[in-house]
Structure formats: C-alpha cells, structure tokens
C-alpha cells in the first residue's frame, strides 16, 4: 500500500466553506436582481414596444397608398442598380436614377422596363457627386425636388457627400 493521505489542515476546510458561501451568495444575489430587476424590465419593454410594433405596422399600411419618390444617386451599376430594380416593381414610385454616365442609366431603365417589368416612373438624370461642388449639388438636388416632388426616400451609394442632413431633402415624417 501507498502512503496514507493525510486530512487537509482546519484553515484549508474554512476556505473552500467561506469560497461555497461567497458562490451560493452571488448566485441568489442574481437570481434575486433577475427577479426583482430585469424581470419587470423586460416584461415592460415587451408591453411597451408591442403597441409601437402595432402603430409602425399601421404607418406601413399608410404609406403605401401614398406616392413615393426616390432618388438613387449611383443608379447604373452595382448596389445602386439592385435598388432600382427593387423599387421598380411599384406603380405608386417615382424614381430619379443618378449617374455619371447617362447612356449606362438608359440601357438600366431599358432593361428593368423588359426583364423586370416595372411599372414605377423612372426619371434618369446625370451627376458626377464625387467632382462637384457641394452648393452645386444642393441647387441640382433643390432643382430635381421642384421637378419631381419632396424626396421620400435617398440613396447615395456613388461618390461622397458631406453633410446630406443640412441639404434636408429626405422629409423627416
């Protein structure tokens, strides 16, 4: 036989009780701060949050019956051109598709009418945002808007823009 094994001193049994203690402590300290804290919080953002889900679904509802226009700025190719074709389908869109490129945004507006049949009006209007000044593209921007209506929705996914919200040209209801 091996050597015997001999009982662990006093202190040591004192600590791994006083560690457990510490441990069932902490644990009914969360279970108790689950219960009385984020429990009733969770339940209110829950109750809370279901009437605004119901209110935003209406608001879905109203929009639909209203005329939306959009402006995609970078229409021609890439993420641009998918927004296009996604919004197209929609009798009640007017769309102003921006490009550099005018002959690249025919040949799009073409083919979205064949392929994807659209029914949204799809207006085509040339820009270059990353070479133009600022203010000069605010008048064009301010222009558009007289022409076509208040922009509902913006996509400027083409060049660089500083500053889109002092332009306000996305209404904010």
Known sequence: M???????PLSYTFQSILISL????A???SLLLTIVLFLPLSFIRFFLSFPLALLKSNNAIKLEGRRRTILIIGASHGI?????????????TS???VA????????ARSEIRTSFSAKAEIHIETLDIANTLASQVHS?????????????HFYAVAGTIANVNR???VSQS
């Not at 091996?2 to 662990?8: H, K, N, T, V, Y």
């Not at 510490?22 to 402590?25: L, M, R």
Request: hydrophobic letters at 40%; a negative charge.
């Open 100 to 107: 550099r490129d005018k002959q690249a945004l025919e040949d």
């Open 80 to 92: 641009g051109r998918s927004i296009l074709e996604q919004y197209s389908h929609d009798a009640d």
């Open 167 to 169: 332009w306000s040209i």
């Open 27 to 29: 644990a009914l300290a």
């Open 22 to 25: 510490v441990t069932v402590f």
């Open 95 to 97: 769309i102003v598709a």
């Open 140 to 152: 064009t921007l301010e222009e558009w808007q007289g022409r076509y209506g208040h922009f509902t």
């Open 2 to 8: 091996g050597p015997l094994r001999r009982a662990p």
